[in-house]
């Protein structure tokens, strides 16, 4: 079922992974080419196959960005005979992974101890809000929290606002984390031919994007909210144009590119001030420096702003809406938009992978999300060997739920 040409040709995993950042880590596999079969149930199906007000609708929340390219069968963990049949699923791939409460899988009797004794040489993966062991491994967490508790969500914002923590930038990020380290794994193993046990805790992600505010802190200063600034580069932001919810977003790195920004404004000598003259001195004066940048731009459309800008060699783009996104002929023809069926809509994109690959090639989306269970005569049937009788009797003890 895995895409021929692709770097992880041949790799399976079972992934028992569920809402957003687990999912979303098998999912980059998938798209390297790795098969991976999503074990869920009827009883306790994934959040985003269900109506989710979080993610901002009443219908079914985009499913696409964790769980295309996936396969899909029903067990029912409660049953000793589901958990027996997840078994022989681990027993012939390659990796497993999970993102449950620590704890919770073990109880299931599928830990990892268990699992070794179906696949001695299994790379498993349990990510969670703040690792296996320790103090805080027992609390249970989504992506607010984890910006919250790793620091990440302090640093975002602006200095006289509060912390804005971060919700789908902490689970696609731990699901990256998750990815990479699996790779990492499987390089390991294919070297040594041993198992592998990954603990991955999603708070100690946001840690690991804040280390110069951890230099700081540590060194006795003050780590304050950079808002949209930069330490070096000023002006350095998003600011506001003659159209409504159009906005530029704009980095000048040097004198020399702050004099092109003048020059495409058509601002007079007259109507500089000298304080800006120098990046030292825009610096000193950031607050003043954008309210009158602010009255500039004020004046001029953002997507021809930007076009002149980017021609005179200045970092300007408009803040693109997720609109503008979905009709990017860029995106389009690099595949990086993929149509998926969706009977809801006439029309819906998942978004596919950024890496291309030269000899290989076809990273990314290749089917749409699947259905609850649809792939069950594949797994059941081919892989297991199960015949029909014997699943129509599982089904109907809700085993196969």
Not at 148 to 168: F, K, N, S
Not at 352 to 359: L, V
């Amino acid at each position: 079922m895995s895409v021929p040409t692709l770097p992880l040709k041949g790799v399976r995993i079972a992934d028992f992974t569920i809402h957003a950042a687990g999912p979303f880590g098998t999912h980059v596999l998938s798209q390297l080419g790795a098969e991976c079969i999503k074990i869920e149930s009827r009883s306790r199906p994934d959040a985003f196959r269900k109506p989710h007000a979080v993610y901002g609708r009443m219908t079914a929340a985009t499913f696409d960005q964790v769980s295309a390219n996936k396969l899909s069968v029903r067990l029912n963990l409660k049953k000793p005979e589901a958990v027996e049949l997840a078994k022989r699923i681990v027993s012939v791939s390659d990796v497993a992974t999970e993102s449950f409460r620590p704890g919770v899988l073990k109880r299931l009797g599928l830990g990892f101890d268990e699992l070794l004794k179906v696949r001695p040489d299994l790379l498993m993966l349990s990510l969670s809000s703040s690792g296996q062991a320790g103090p805080d491994s027992h609390f249970a967490g989504y992506a607010p929290l984890f910006g919250a508790w790793g620091g990440l969500g302090w640093m975002t914002g602006y200095p006289d606002g509060p912390p804005v923590e971060i919700r789908h930038v902490m689970d696609h990020t731990s699901g990256y984390h998750a990815a990479l380290a699996l790779l990492a794994g499987l390089h390991q193993r294919r070297r040594t031919g041993k198992a592998q046990y990954i603990d991955l805790a999603a708070r100690e992600v946001s840690s690991a994007l804040i280390g110069d505010a951890l230099v700081m802190a540590s060194m006795g200063l003050d780590a304050a909210r950079p808002g949209n600034g930069d330490l070096a580069m000023a002006p350095h932001g998003v600011y506001e144009t003659a159209q409504a919810d159009r906005w530029l977003s704009l980095a000048i790195r040097n004198d020399a590119e702050w004099e092109k920004l003048l020059e495409v404004l058509e601002i007079p000598a007259e109507s500089q001030d000298p304080d800006f003259a120098t990046a030292a001195g825009r610096r000193r004066n950031r607050e003043r420096l954008d309210h009158q940048l602010g009255e500039w731009l004020s004046r001029h459309d953002a997507d021809r702003l930007a076009v002149a800008l980017q021609s005179q060699g200045v970092c300007a783009q408009v803040s693109c809406t997720m609109q503008d996104i979905a009709d990017d002929p860029h995106l389009h023809q690099r595949g990086t938009l993929v149509e998926v069926e969706d009977p809801s809509v006439e029309k819906r994109y998942a978004v596919g992978s950024p890496a291309r690959y030269s000899k290989t090639g076809g990273a990314g989306v290749h089917r749409g999300t699947p259905e609850l269970g649809q792939d069950e005569d594949y797994v059941f049937g081919e892989l297991l060997g199960m015949n029909r009788e014997t699943r129509a009797d599982l089904e109907a003890r809700e085993v196969i739920y």
